[in-house]
């Protein structure tokens, strides 16, 4: 098999396996968000069905969860400054997160309950998001270390 084909064929396996891996990443995240509790029982049950595992105290597995996306968002932010022509795309991704992070906070605190934490956490987000969009607008047009020049648009 000549290089190309085999770089194809590898390109074909990673684009499956990671678009797999978004899907299911998807379906997960609206599981939590929708029904929270439902999810972490079913997960207890198949636990209890394996062997006698005791629950998790109450709110670690967010706290676990919680602390992952800190450590992703504290990389994409570290990578980004790193070399910013270069990590453009990694902009689009810290952005998307900090605006999933800021829409579902408002929209917790207008339609579940108005608590401060909600509105504080959909102000510093979505102003994350804006400075973050103001670097990638920034960096339009911007070489990357390969001389490509860079655009403001999200990577396709």
């Known amino acids: 098999m000549t290089d190309t084909r085999q770089r194809t064929a590898r390109e074909a396996i990673a684009r499956g396996v990671l678009g797999a891996l978004a899907f299911a990443f998807a379906v997960t995240g609206v599981g939590f968000l929708v029904f929270p509790e439902a999810v972490l029982e079913g997960i207890e049950r198949v636990g209890r069905s394996i062997g006698p ?20 968002v504290t990389f994409l932010a570290g990578l980004s400054a790193w070399r910013p022509s270069t990590f453009r795309p990694m902009l689009w991704a810290l952005m998307a997160g900090k605006l999933a992070s800021s829409l579902t906070a408002l929209a917790f605190f207008m339609l579940d309950h108005p608590a401060f934490i909600y509105l504080l956490n959909f102000l510093v987000d979505g102003g994350i998001v804006l400075l973050v969009g103001l670097c ?21």
């Open 53 to 72: 595992f005791p629950s998790a105290p109450g709110g670690r597995f967010w706290l676990i969860l919680a602390f992952a996306y800190m450590i992703l």
């Open 136 to 156: 990638a607008w920034f960096l339009r047009g911007q070489p990357d270390a390969d001389g490509n020049s860079g655009s403001s648009a999200p990577p396709r």
